[in-house]
């Protein structure tokens, strides 16, 4: 977000794209396979308990989602209705074919 707002305005960007791509690895990602997995790579559980003690639920922040499109639409909302981005600022959703590189916009009155 820091480099979106510094973008906007010290540089004069006026549109922001989102752009998703198909075939994404996040999606289906697993909370607990991952948090398995840092424990393996010797993250200390003392670690983990802390980010949980500051207020992050890891559980949603590292489980991955399951619509491409609907994963896009979030973020172009969390981006449009930050409280510092300024209103006329446009934000786009758009999903990249990973195998073809076509670009499709996302229709927002879904």
Not at 10 to 22: F, K, P, R, S, Y
């Given at each position: ?59 949603t922040?590292?489980?991955?989602f ?45």
């Open positions: 977000m820091r480099s979106l707002l510094i973008a906007i305005y010290e540089l004069g960007v006026n549109e922001v794209m989102i752009i998703g791509h198909t075939g994404c690895g996040v999606q289906g990602m697993n909370a607990k396979e991952m948090l398995h997995l840092m424990k393996e790579r010797g993250i200390d559980e003392e670690h983990i308990s802390l980010m949980r003690h500051c207020g992050i639920d890891l559980d922040w590292l489980h991955g399951d619509d491409t499109e609907a994963a896009v639409l979030e973020t172009v909302d969390l981006v449009r209705n930050h409280p510092l981005m300024p209103k006329d600022v446009v934000v786009k959703g758009y999903i990249i074919e990973t195998h073809t590189g076509e670009v499709m916009p996302i229709n927002e009155n879904r």
